[in-house]
Structure formats: C-alpha cells, structure tokens
C-alpha cells in the first residue's frame, strides 16, 4: 500500500502505470475504493511498489515487473468495476501512461 | 507550470522524469525554488508538459520529447544549484526514474 514512501524498485528495466486524475466533487465512495485498490494491487504478480499523492491533481504511480503484470491487473473484476465507477463518477477526467523504467538514480540521508 | 491539470502530452513515444521525494521539516526557501524550476523547466527545449503533487511523499512527473532534452535540462546551472541543495537540505530521501512512455489512454467529462 501507499505509505508516504518511496517505492523500493528493483534495478531496471521495469514499468511504471502512472495515473494522472481529477476527482469530481465529493466522496461518494472514492476514498474506500481507492484504499481497496491500492491493496489489492499490491497482491498482484509482479507488482513492484507505487507512490501516491492528491493535491488538486492526483498522481498514483505503480511499478511492475512486465506489461503483462499490468495488463493483467488492469483485468482483474473487482479493478474492472472500479474503473467502470470512475468513469461514470468519480473522475472528471483521467490519463494513464504505460511507460518502461530505463534508469533511476536517488538519494537517501 | 503546474497548474492542478492533467499535462497535454503528445501521442507516445516521448518520455517522463518520475521525481519523488520526501521532504525535509520546514520550508527554507524550498517552496519558491521548486515554484522557479516548475517555470524554468517549462521554458526548455523538449519540455512536453509537468504533473506535481504533494500529500506526504512529493510526486512530480515531467514529459519531455527525448532523453537528450531531460539530460540538457538536468544540466542547466540554476537547476544543478537546486539539486545541490536538496541533497544539502530540502529532501530527506528522493527517487528520479527516467522512461519511456509507450502508450497511453484516457478520459474526459
């Protein structure tokens, strides 16, 4: 789950989901299915790690292993509804970008 | 600059600088500094469009058109001032990730 951290990646290549959203007004349900998905990505194979933040714009970044770890996350039922309900309401608008790790460099004191 | 909006990127392939960070306590001019980098970034060659947010862990992605235009950028003089020092006291830890973006899909209201 997301804990304020940064995400513990492996040496790349690997990919990253990078989620870009903007909520409609309210709850309505969102905050739960939002904790519920986060947690549920983390049981996935090939699941890396991932970075979340919210302020005006929310940017969820997820790390995989393989595209296929992606796309088969992408498919699983209870991630498909969850899509499904954001389109109809809790987005007013969204860009996911599939993208492959090349390098990464850090810093930790 | 970022502007609680979702980047209008072109169609992929382009490429995206993931930086994330945890921040140090206090503001000590990190708040203006990043506000100046969010401006001069966008004043560069390649530069595609940014998404920043903050909620415990800092998220910023930039697209950009080429590594090369990432790398030019990374070696600016202001900006190689302001990774100094954020390495000397803005960021407690942080994580740059540079890819490739090779697809993408979304959502509009």
Request: aromatic residues 12%; glycine residues 8%.
């Amino acid at each position: 789950m997301a804990d304020d951290s940064i995400a513990a990646t492996p040496e790349p290549p690997y990919y990253a989901a990078i989620f870009t959203s903007v909520r409609t007004p309210g709850d309505d349900g969102y905050g739960a299915m939002a904790e519920r998905m986060l947690k549920m990505a983390a049981e996935q194979p090939g699941y890396l790690g991932v970075e979340s933040a919210r302020d005006g714009v929310g940017i969820t970044v997820s790390y995989w292993r393989s595209l296929e770890d992606i796309a088969n996350w992408k498919r699983v039922a209870e991630h498909l509804e969850a899509q499904r309900t954001g389109r109809a309401k809790w987005y007013a608008s969204f860009k996911t970008r599939i993208a492959k790790v090349e390098r990464d460099y850090g810093f930790d004191r």
